[in-house]
């Protein structure tokens, strides 16, 4: 299986850079997995694909304003700093660039020096460990300092922090938003609530790696990224008893269903569970949990799509990604939405 299999020709002006102004009023292709039959609707038809019994499991992950800008304590020179992994209460791996720039005993201030960064040391892959220093709580002095870490195909700078988390966004911890659910509203979730389908949440915090392109030529050779995630008993049993009554598990998210599917057994029984995963989700797996999935469109070539074809096909993704493009549809995080059925 090569990557280029996965390719597709995407114009550069659908890559969403704005949210719309309703969450819930992008559009929504269906693709039937059994048939390839596509259909066009807006988000808030969703409802008319779910019943009474199903179980829609979202992430519930929070995006912490993890981009940093500061400048070095003895020249002044900017760098930027990007929080990757919290290793204890105040030391992290980062991201720095220019890298250079951070060296081992250096300092960085951001904020007039209200957040200090000590360099502590260089690991594998160029990353640094850091340390802070300040006074106070830090998650209050991240959020007045810190931006929201957009993904590189996004350009445009994002007025309002908020439209880069879900509505229900609560286990902070995340580099990337859980981006299939950026178009629920509390209103759509209460009105699926209503119908009788039971809503289950999982976390799994988001890793930059989940922007990293695929470098080698055989899908089988990429290295997946680890992140980790928590799934709690309460949920885990609102899963199972509606998988056990004959309810459909629909995962938002690519997320929802590594997570779903790092937690569930040969026969399909969902575990709570804690730790770091790196499933890598490719055509040929047999899925556990995992009956719909909604979801975004995805880069050529990326693992995303890769997972998104191991439910519903090859040849019928690119298909639908080939009548999307026709059809203006909008891409990536801030894009429109994909339910696969």
Not at 217 to 232: A, F, I, K, Q, T
Request: glycine share 8%; charged share 25%; aromatic share 10%.
């Amino acid at each position: 299986m090569k990557t280029q299999d996965f390719y597709f020709d995407l114009p550069q002006e659908l890559i969403a850079q704005e949210p719309l102004l309703d969450r819930a009023s992008s559009r929504l292709l269906v693709l039937d997995k059994d048939t390839g039959e596509i259909e066009h609707k807006t988000f808030y038809d969703i409802l008319q694909y779910f019943h009474a019994g199903d179980c829609i499991v979202l992430n519930d992950t929070k995006v912490m304003p993890a981009r940093l800008i500061g400048k070095r304590k003895n020249t002044g020179a900017k760098i930027e700093m990007l929080l990757l992994v919290r290793k204890d209460i105040d030391t992290w791996e980062v991201l720095v660039k220019p890298g250079k720039k951070a060296k081992p005993g250096d300092f960085i201030v951001f904020g007039d020096g209200i957040l200090q960064a000590e360099v502590i040391e260089i690991i594998q892959g160029g990353n640094r460990i850091i340390k802070f220093h300040y006074d106070g709580i830090f998650e209050e002095i991240l959020d007045k300092l810190g931006e929201m870490p957009l993904p590189p195909y996004i350009t445009h700078q994002l007025k309002d922090k908020n439209r880069y988390q879900t509505v229900y966004a609560k286990q902070e911890g995340s580099a990337a938003a859980p981006t299939a659910g950026l178009h629920f509203t509390p209103e759509l979730l209460e009105e699926i609530k209503k119908r009788g389908v039971k809503i289950a949440y999982v976390t799994l915090h988001v890793g930059l790696g989940t922007f990293r392109p695929v470098k080698v030529e055989n899908v089988l050779e990429h290295e997946m990224h680890s992140e980790y995630y928590v799934v709690e008993q309460q949920q885990a049993d609102i899963i199972n008893q509606a998988k056990k009554a004959g309810g459909k598990i629909i995962a938002v998210g690519t997320t929802s269903t590594r997570t779903l599917e790092s937690v569930t057994d040969e026969k399909g029984v969902v575990h709570a569970k804690s730790g770091w995963t790196n499933i890598f989700i490719y055509p040929g797996y047999n899925f556990k949990a995992v009956d719909y999935l909604i979801t975004n469109f995805h880069l050529p070539e990326s693992t995303l799509i890769m997972l998104v074809s191991a439910l519903a096909g090859k040849e019928k993704v690119l298909q639908a990604y080939d009548v999307a493009v026709k059809e203006r549809y909008r891409f990536f995080s801030f894009g429109d939405a994909m339910l696969i059925k």
